[in-house]
């Protein structure tokens, strides 16, 4: 059964940082793809992050860039998004997801079948 849980989350002031955590477990990692979806009350859940320990493929959405890092490809079974200089719009639950995707585009909610079940970042001005 595969299994995705978050962690990591919480309430930072703006300028600050936070890591999320997804650990996985129930499929084999050096075949999937991780990817990082958030979502804001009253918006659609949007693409943040992906990793593909298959290609080596990365993405990052347009508006994490140079702030957002995601690691662990080489990891056993966590995968990792580090958050830096956070703004009040990065405000929202996080997920991770997991399926046979490419990160070298942004990837689909629609296209991954395996969700965690979030962890809340706030982020205060």
């Known amino acids: 059964e595969v299994q995705l849980v978050e962690s990591g989350g919480g309430l930072v002031q703006a300028g600050g940082s936070l890591r999320l955590s997804c650990a996985a477990s129930?499929?084999?990692?050096?075949?999937?793809?991780i990817a990082w979806f958030r979502q804001a009350p009253g918006k659609e859940r949007e693409a943040v992050s992906c990793?593909?320990?298959?290609?080596?493929?990365?993405y990052y959405a347009d508006s994490v860039k140079g702030r957002f890092t995601i690691s662990g490809g080489n990891a056993k079974d966590t995968v990792y998004l580090q958050m830096n200089s956070l703004k009040p719009e990065d405000t929202a639950t996080y997920y991770c997801?997991?399926?046979?995707?490419?990160?070298?585009?942004?990837?689909?909610?629609?296209?991954?079948?395996?969700w965690g079940q979030g962890t809340q970042v706030t982020v205060s001005s």
């Open positions: 997801a997991a399926d046979y995707i490419r990160c070298t585009v942004r990837p689909r909610r629609a296209g991954l079948r395996y």
């Open positions: 129930g499929f084999n990692f050096d075949d999937y793809a």
């Open positions: 990793i593909s320990r298959d290609d080596g493929s990365l």
